[in-house]
């Protein structure tokens, strides 16, 4: 029980921190930085989030996660061997499980 007292005693204590911290540089023990700008529940925007112009890096991380992901499925199903593959071997399995599903002979 005394080490809980001590963690609590040493949380409040930095939050504590903050709210002053706020209070001699905003004059303020609350500072809500986003204005009038929030968050709607109601209207989400999941899909323009995911997939808008302004977000590339998202959708770019998003789509190499999943090449990665196809690609760790084809060595782990042995259709992208470690020592056996060259640049012509790789392209031409690349991102393809067809092979995988059909159960096909391996190249090398």
Same mark, same amino acid.
């Given at each position: 029980m005394p080490a809980f007292l001590i963690a609590l005693i040493i949380f409040f204590g930095l939050a504590v921190i903050q709210f002053v911290l706020y209070k001699i %540089?905003?004059?303020?023990? !609350?500072?809500?930085s986003y204005g009038k700008k929030g968050?709607?529940? $109601?209207?989400?925007h999941?899909?323009?989030?995911l997939f808008s112009y302004r977000k590339g890096l998202t959708t770019l991380v998003f789509l190499l996660m999943i090449v990665? %992901?196809?690609? $760790?499925? %084809?060595?782990r199903t042995g259709y992208i061997h470690w020592s056996e593959m060259n640049k012509e071997r790789? !392209?031409?399995s690349f991102l393809r499980i067809d092979k995988v599903i059909r159960k096909e002979k391996k190249d090398w």
């Open positions: %540089q905003t004059g303020s023990f !609350w500072v809500y968050f709607d529940f $109601t209207h989400p999941i899909i323009s989030f990665g %992901q196809i690609q $760790t499925y %084809q060595y790789y !392209w031409k």
